[in-house]
Structures are given as structure tokens and as C-alpha cells.
């Protein structure tokens, strides 16, 4: 445990550095991907010069890692939960051309990422080689059910009961509305593969949130929006479950350099395919959903929100803020529900395109990088 809280926190801490470096420098660059970069030099470094060294760096930080990839969902799902407020006072038929976009526009990327991959394929012709199997994060433990279900109903309690009792009401609902989400997550991951399909884990763990949220505002009678805005309370002097949640997207993006570390061989030996299909996806994305929204007629505020909507949120939320976009909570959202659509739909997708390379399809599945 004391070393995972190490690991961890250096992540935590380093996350918060470099954004308040940035911020003093004004640089809008997105911190914490200049981080996993710098982390990614200095562990190739180090392993030139001492792959023991390098091997002993990558251990240390493992439990932190292994954190990070079991719990990953549940830092984007937030964005999810808050839907209602975010769609607070966008009209139906904005809606329609935001959903005709995400959908359509994520078909059309994958589509483009995974012909990319294939057409420089055929140029450089890599010869495929067995690779190292990412491994699955641990099932959830009866232990683990039981103890976060104990703090759902005590925490309950004394939300009800003393809402001020640790200071503020969002954060005296944080215990509770924290493990809703978290006890949504273990139920979610607990289906067959089957209903996984039709619903999703996050979709899960969205629904018990606001469920929980629902009934903490009728026995409070502070009302259902009012608990949202108590879950995702963007003060960081006073934040909810969901702030908590998400500020851990920072960490995330850092530990992405040691998944790269790993995948150092594979990346070096398909260079060509994978960078040209990065390329090719993220500028297709960011312009063709400009310029959909012109020609649908959206709003240029709900435009400059979806533009990152195949980022992850964590480079999403920066990327808007350079558009000046007004509804950071709907960039987050449309980023979320395109990683959905991904999820339940890619495969059956590459497989009607007829993208079989290996390196194809999972760049393809990557154009869809929502979580």
C-alpha cells in the first residue's frame, strides 16, 4: 500500500507541477503530454545507458500503473454523469447535428486511420511479429464489493443527516456519490460479454451515479441538478466525487509513456503505419468536424466544443480552451460517448470495411481514443 501511495502520488504531484509551470509561462501546450514525453525520453535514455536501471524505474512505478489501468474508466465517466447539466439549454435539433457528427464522423475516422495504416503497409511492407499481450486488470474481490457497499449506505446516511458534516455538502457527499460510481463500475465489469455490448461498464457506472444522485436529492430535497452540481463542482477548494475522479486524467496521460516504453519495439519497428495513421485520423477529425458543424449549421460555440472529439478528455479539455469553447462539460461528454460508440461498434465496423491487418485495426480502434 505505502508503495503504491508513492508511486501514485509522484505521478499526482508531477501532474500538478507541471500544470502550474505552465500556466505561470502561459503556455497552452497540454502539460501533462509534455510530461509523458519527457518521461518516455529519459526511460529510453536510461535504458541505453543502463537497461537495469531502466527496468528497476518501470518496477517502481508499476503499482501505480496497474492503478491507473484497473480504475482508467472511472476517471472519464464523470463527463457521463453530468450530462444533464451539460445539455442544459441546447436545443433538440443542435443535439440531432451533435450526435449526427459523432457518429458519422467517428465511422469516417476509423475509416481513414485504418486505410491509412493499410495503404503505408503496402509502402514499407513490415514483417508482423508476436507481441507482448497487454495484461487484463484483477476481477474485483467480494472484500472490495463489500467494504465500498458498507461506505455507500454509511455515507448515506450522514449526507442525509448532517449535510455539513465535513465542511460543505459536496463534500459531504463525495463518500457516497464516489462509491456509487465506483459500486456501478463493479457491477458493470461483472456482465457477460454479451450485455457488455449493450451495456457498456461506464454506461453502467453512469447510471448508478446519477440514480444515487437522484435519490440523495430527494431525501435532502436539494433537487437532482442541484447533487450533479455537487458531483462535479469544478472548485478545486471544494470538490465533489467527480472532480476527485477526474483529477486523476493528468496521472493518466503521464503513465501512457511507460505503456509506450513497453511497446517500445513495436512502435520503432511500425513506425511509418502508426504515425501516418495518427496524422492522417487527427487532422481528418479536427477539420471534418468543422466543418460539418458549418455546413449542418451548428452553433460555433457547440462546434468549437466537439472539434478534440477523438482525444482523450485529459488533451480534449486543453485543445477546447484553445478554441475558446464555452462548454468545456460537453467536450468532455461528446469525447466519452464517441469512446462508447467505439467500444461497442469498431470491431463489427473493420470487419464490414474488410480491415484485417492487425496494425489496420488497431489504429483504427485508436482513432476512437476516448479512454
Known sequence: VAHLGVSLGIFLGLDKLLKKLFVSASIKFPSALFG???????????D????????????????????????LPLFYVPSLVVIPLATKGIPASAGAKIG???VFGW?????????TAVAVRGIVRTKLEPTEPTPKPAPFTTKEITAWSIVFVLSFGLAVLS???????????????????????????????????????????????????????????RGFESILGAYLTKNPRDP???????GFLGSVILSFSFSMFRQRK????HAAEIFS??????????????????VLGLDGQFTRAIVPRCVTVALALPISSLLEAQNQSLTAAVVVLTGLVGANFAQTLMDKLELDDPIARGMATASRFAF
Open 48 to 71: 541505453a545507458a543502463s537497461p537495469d536501471s531502466a527496468a528497476s524505474v518501470v518496477s517502481f512505478f508499476s503499482p501505480a500503473i496497474t492503478f491507473i489501468q484497473r480504475w
Open 240 to 246: 465533489g466525487a467527480g472532480d476527485l475522479l477526474m
Open 100 to 102: 449526427a457528427i459523432l
Open 163 to 221: 449535510p455539513g458534516a465535513l465542511g460543505s455538502f459536496p463534500a459531504t457527499a463525495l463518500p457516497f456519490l464516489l462509491a456509487a460510481t465506483v459500486l456501478g463500475y463493479m457491477l458493470g465489469s461483472s456482465f457477460p460479454a454479451d450485455l457488455k455490448k449493450v451495456l457498456h461498464p461506464i454506461v453502467c457506472c453512469a447510471i448508478a451515479a446519477d440514480l444515487a444522485a437522484f435519490l440523495l436529492g430527494l431525501f435532502t430535497q
Open 107 to 115: 465511422a469516417a475516422t476509423l475509416a481513414v486511420a485504418g486505410y
Open 36 to 46: 509523458m514525453f519527457c518521461i518516455f525520453v529519459i526511460l529510453n535514455v536510461l
Open 266 to 269: 513495436l512502435v520503432k519497428r
Open 277 to 294: 495513421a495518427v496524422i492522417a485520423s487527427s487532422l481528418f477529425s479536427l477539420y471534418s468536424t468543422a466543418a460539418a458543424g458549418r
